[in-house]
């Protein structure tokens, strides 16, 4: 099966980057303040590296191309659980909630666009 990267490159760049930037080197703290309301302060610094880890190979499964409908599957509940989870016991640490809402559903078009296109194979012109 051909893989156009232009398609999962930047799919997978949005999971790698939360997961090691976000979570991991805790580039963006606010991650784990909501991983922690929802959590408990005990397991949020534990259960947000857990988190990025999570993310970091999701993202790579993206770059792999394998089983696309089964990960975009995965992806799309990942969102609707985080996105449900984060506006009903985190909503005050969000910048915006109904924004992030949007912003999600047009990743996962993507990602679905990404999961049921058919890769062109492309031929340079004699």
Not at 102 to 114: E, G, P, S
Request: proline share 3%; glycine share 6%; hydrophobic share 55%.
């Amino acid at each position: 099966m051909k893989c156009d990267r232009w398609l999962s490159i930047p799919i997978a760049g949005v999971w790698i980057f939360h997961g090691l930037y976000s979570k991991i080197l805790m580039g963006i703290p606010r991650h784990q303040l909501i991983v922690e309301r929802i959590l408990g302060e005990k397991l949020g610094n534990r259960f947000t590296l857990v988190i990025g880890v999570l993310e970091i190979l999701l993202g790579l499964w993206v770059l792999s191309c394998l089983r696309k409908k089964i990960c975009a599957t995965l992806q799309t509940s990942a969102l609707v659980i985080m996105n449900a989870l984060e506006i009903s016991l985190a909503r005050d640490l969000l910048y915006s909630p109904w924004g992030m809402v949007a912003l999600n559903l047009a990743f996962i078009a993507a990602i679905w666009f990404w999961a049921t296109r058919e890769s062109i194979a492309f031929s340079p012109k004699s």
